[in-house]
């Protein structure tokens, strides 16, 4: 219902019968539906804020003139006399969050069809995943904290604690992707920043999870065409046109590659001008359609994503993103791979190494990673470089452990990593 008279009477009665109750509850004003009821908590609110009491006579006194349109003392007595118990102020609370958001939805949506607009779909959205999640709070104590980690003391983890990256080295930094934590993958041009969280998203989907891929620049075929020629080994060049290029092992191999991509829970989002509203609707869905299965996000790229909204400066739209971003990554419990451009103030060094300084709108980027991850191929700057098609992963932020630098080999040709030691040889990924 879109006003739940009750509800709202019994969780004014429960504060006036048990006055240290304003201060658990996260309710506004505007929560409320009638304007009595308004007056009635915003007094209550005033009168918490000054330090003394919510009881009867500090509600009244506090009212003054206004008592009579609120209904009386008798109306205020009447309320507070009628509930035996606080038990359920909870419940109280809860249903009067769900009569808010059905009249903010109803608001909406006609505000909506009162003048529709690309842009007012779009705040639609954003506002309706801001409903869902308003007035979910955890109901964790201190004990359930201790318990859980207690219990981490105790179990057999294993080296792997997240979702495995396929990469040794890798997982041997972070112990795989860790649930909620915002993972961000920097590089220049030709570097292979998209190649690696393609493999990422691929290891995942080898390893029974799902993924979803956003590809802002990129449409989902030619993604495809990427993945297909790292699972079969296939050069990517030969997908311009197969007839022609493909020989019988390559015809061979990418029959086998569609047969182990059709098995992944794969998922490209490749339509322009996503919105970080849009990523969360898409998360959602595939969050509720694939219960308990590993899931990764991967994010290509940060500087592409539409903002909405007007903004100072840049770094100020870069951080209302990445914030976003993070919160989803921690709203979802799942690792949210982010790739991002950096400035060309790289190219003017002598050594061409990322740092911190070279991401663009980095303090923002800074705050809100838990993982900052720079690629480099030496030998795409140095000819003569001992270091042929290997790469370099510096962790140069580690919220939660160690920094540093690690290798892996870079096929270029099928656009696939895999672990330094290993022999590059035809082998499927599936």
Partial sequence: MLVNHEAEQAVIGSILYEGDLIKETSLSVEHFAEQKHRQIFQAMRDVDKSGEPVNMV???TKLGSAIESVGGVEYLSR??????STADFSSYQRLIYESYRLREVHRISLDYTNGPSEEKITEMYQRINELQELGITK??????VLYEIYND?????????GIPTGFADVD??????????LIIVAARPSMGKTAFALNLAMNTCKNGGVADIFSLEMPDKQLAHRMLSAVGNISGSKWRNPRKYFNERDYEHATQALGVYEKWSMNIHDEPNQTVADIRAAIRKTHRENPGK?????????QLISIIGKFERNDLAIGSVTREIKQMARAFKIPIVLLSQLSRAVEQRQDKRPMMSDLRDSGSIEQDADIITFLYRDDYYNSDSENKNVVEVNFAKHRNGPTGTVQLAFVKEYGKFVNLERQMGAELIG
């Fill in 153 to 161: 003391m105790n179990e057999e983890k294993g080296e792997i604690t």
């Fill in 172 to 181: 041997g930094m972070t112990g795989g992707w860790q649930d909620g934590d």
């Fill in 294 to 302: 590993k899931h990764i996000v991967v994010i290509d790229y940060l």
């Fill in 79 to 84: 309320l507070a006399g009628s509930i035996p």
């Fill in 58 to 60: 500090t509600v009244v």
């Fill in 139 to 144: 109901q964790r104590t201190k004990q359930d």
